[in-house]
């Protein structure tokens, strides 16, 4: 019988004494309890710069610079991972505090949560309404990153930026309450600011 444990259990486990040490509050919040920094004002939110986006705590490549675009979310949004071997997704109902009446009236309310493989941070959820070529939505904390610019280019280069509202809401904000955004308010049209 397989080892359930060990299929979950990520490659590196870090002394959390010596991440809160080398972490920021935040940092430490998101990527080790799993909560949501505050929307539009992070640090990677508006950021454009060529480069790779890797994991806080153990430093595996995660985002491409390629892949991100906005998605109206307040949080980065990539279309892609870079590996899909360096992620662990599972599903999450957290955001509904398991409000077992909430999920069954509206089962979209699961959310399906993104961690690193490596070391097992929390990095934020993905949805299926993201753009072509993949339709996902990896809504990410800029806590749970950090950004290593592009050599080649010397990180000067803004990338193009892709626009794709999100339809399918997300975390609602630091206290992480699911929240579904109204169709009505919603442009699918796909547009390159």
């Not at 890797?54 to 906005?70: L, R």
Request: with cysteine; net charge neutral; glycine share 10%.
């Amino acid at each position: 019988m397989p080892d359930i444990r060990k299929s979950i259990s990520p490659n590196k486990e870090f002394d959390k004494n010596k991440l809160k040490e080398r972490l920021t509050p935040t940092q430490y919040q998101v990527t080790q309890e799993h909560q949501t920094e505050k929307q539009f004002s992070n640090q990677y939110y508006k950021h454009r710069e060529a480069g790779v986006y890797k994991c806080i705590v153990c430093g595996i490549d995660q985002f491409s610079s390629q892949t991100k675009y906005n998605s109206g979310s307040g949080w980065p949004s990539f279309y892609d991972v870079m590996d899909k071997q360096n992620i662990r997704c599972r599903k999450d109902a957290s955001g509904v505090g398991g409000n077992l009446l909430r999920i069954i009236a509206d089962p979209s309310l699961i959310r399906t949560e993104v961690s690193c493989k490596e070391c097992g941070s929390h990095l934020g959820h993905v949805f299926e309404d993201g753009p072509k070529p993949t339709g996902q939505r990896y809504c990410v904390n800029s806590a749970s990153l950090d950004f290593k610019a592009d050599e080649v280019q010397g990180g000067d280069q803004d990338e193009p930026l892709l626009s794709c509202p999100a339809t399918l809401g997300g975390c609602g904000g630091v206290d992480g309450v699911c929240q579904r955004v109204s169709k009505m308010a919603i442009n699918k049209e796909q547009s390159v600011v």
